[in-house]
T-cell receptor, first 112, second 114 residues
Framework: GQSLEQPSEVTAVEGAIVQINCTYQTSGFYGLSWYQQHDGGAPTFLSYNGLDGLEETGRFSSFLSRSDSYGYLLLQELQMKDSASYFCAVRDNKTGRRALTFGSGTRLQVQP | ETGVTQSPTHLIKTRGQQVTLRCSSQSGHNTVSWYQQALGQGPQFIFQYYREEENGRGNFPPRFSGLQFPNYSSELNVNALELDDSALYLC?????????????FGPGTRLTVL
């Protein structure tokens, strides 16, 4: 099967940097994705790592180490609007193409 | 470009009833996936449709069924509703033939089973 572990909650202040870690177990690996979900909203795609290393998209960066089955999402210059749940996800290769297995999510609270 | 839409936004049913949820894919996408999200949890994969055929299924019983139509819109049907079926149901569309894994989610349908 596939499983992902991430912290349940993280709190940080405006302007700070926060790192959300994710470790995964999967029988076949096709990359690690990150999604953001505000309360009452839909998950929205943030970032994808198919190979080891860092991917940067504006204030958000994501890192992957396939040998360690580990990745993280880095959020810089935190803003109040970044308060949301963040999910790491791997492609579920057992049940079909392009379907995702999600972690339980990390709730980020940004304080003034 | 039109995003993913879902209807209804909220629904209340009683145990044993049946429900149909609807989803319109993003323009140009040929694949739709359905997910169930319980409160405080990540979305769980129910099944996926590609060109009107089921293209993979998660760990959900047969009373969860679906359809995809020629215009790539989709339905999720749940029979014999149970209390544990109360959740947010999300559909996500994607373009299977593209190189990306990105899925575009709709706003979801909040189902409450009493």
């Amino acid at each position: 099967g596939q499983s992902l572990e991430q912290p349940s909650e993280v709190t940080a202040v405006e302007g700070a940097i926060v790192q959300i870690n994710c470790t995964y177990q999967t029988s076949g690996f096709y990359g690690l994705s990150w999604y953001q979900q505000h309360d009452g909203g839909a998950p929205t795609f943030l970032s994808y790592n198919g190979l080891d290393g860092l991917e940067e998209t504006g204030r958000f960066s994501s890192f992957l180490s396939r040998s360690d089955s580990y990745g993280y999402l880095l959020l810089q210059e935190l803003q109040m609007k970044d308060s949301a749940s963040y999910f790491c996800a791997v492609r579920d290769n057992k049940t079909g193409r392009r379907a995702l297995t999600f972690g339980s999510g990390t709730r980020l609270q940004v304080q003034p | 470009e039109t995003g993913v839409t879902q209807s209804p936004t909220h629904l209340i049913k009683t145990r044993g009833q049946q429900v149909t949820l609807r989803c319109s894919s993003q323009s140009g996408h040929n694949t739709v996936s359905w997910y169930q999200q319980a409160l405080g949890q990540g979305p769980q994969f129910i099944f996926q449709y590609y060109r009107e055929e089921e293209n993979g299924r998660g760990n959900f019983p047969p009373r969860f069924s679906g359809l995809q139509f020629p215009n790539y819109s989709s339905e999720l049907n749940v029979n014999a509703l149970e209390l544990d079926d109360s959740a947010l149901y999300l559909c996500a569309s994607s373009q299977l033939t593209s190189g990306a894994d990105t899925q575009y989610f709709g706003p979801g349908t909040r189902l409450t089973v009493l």
